[in-house]
């Protein structure tokens, strides 16, 4: 098991947040502990005795993992005005994250290309490329500014890291 996320993130669960964590073989998420508005509120109206009778600490705190081979599907739906939730759907389980509207492309794209297997593991070497034709030439962006946003666009996607992202950003800058 890789010991390094490739994404992180914090999803908005029925009034808690989670912490999320995609990485090549799983995907993990921790509720913590804590107290809640209503558990607070009835404490304060009852005097304290609604908190010694069932206890200061929420009981719905855990954690969970699916394997990334167990996915099946992740599907995106709008969920209000600020937030999309990211549906994983896993053999015997189904997940909801409910995230900000523009981190919910990257995460589905992140965990789409996780089950067909287009992200490389860390200890596996990148799928040889074909051999490239000598009579058509790469297409390039047309400016450094619009390779720079795309760039940009491919790190926040969470498709490069951010040392990634500092050295082609220098080579593009250097070419200038």
């Known amino acids: 098991m890789s010991s390094n996320a490739l994404m992180t993130f914090k999803s908005h669960i029925e009034g808690k947040n989670a912490d999320v964590a995609i990485y090549h073989d799983r995907v993990e998420w921790s509720r913590g502990r804590g107290m809640s508005a209503k558990k607070l509120t009835a404490g304060f109206l009852t005097g304290g005795a609604s908190l010694l009778a069932t206890g200061v600490r929420s009981s719905d705190a855990g954690t969970e993992m699916i394997p990334v081979k167990n996915i099946s599907s992740v599907v995106t739906k709008r969920d209000g005005l600020m937030y999309t939730k990211v549906v994983v759907v896993a053999s ?9 509207h523009d981190s919910a492309p990257g995460i589905k794209a992140l965990l789409t290309d996780l089950v067909l297997g287009k992200v490389p593991a860390p200890d596996q070497a990148p799928p040889a490329a074909p051999p490239a034709r000598a009579a058509a030439p790469a297409p390039q962006a047309s400016t450094p500014v619009e390779q720079l946003r795309q760039l940009a666009e491919l790190r ?18 250097a070419r200038m």
Do not use: H, M, Q, Y
Request: proline share 4%.
């Open 156 to 173: 926040d996607a969470g498709i490069l890291s951010e040392e990634e992202f500092t050295a082609k950003k220098a080579e593009i800058l």
């Open 92 to 100: 015997g389980n189904t997940i909801d994250f409910r995230v900000p």
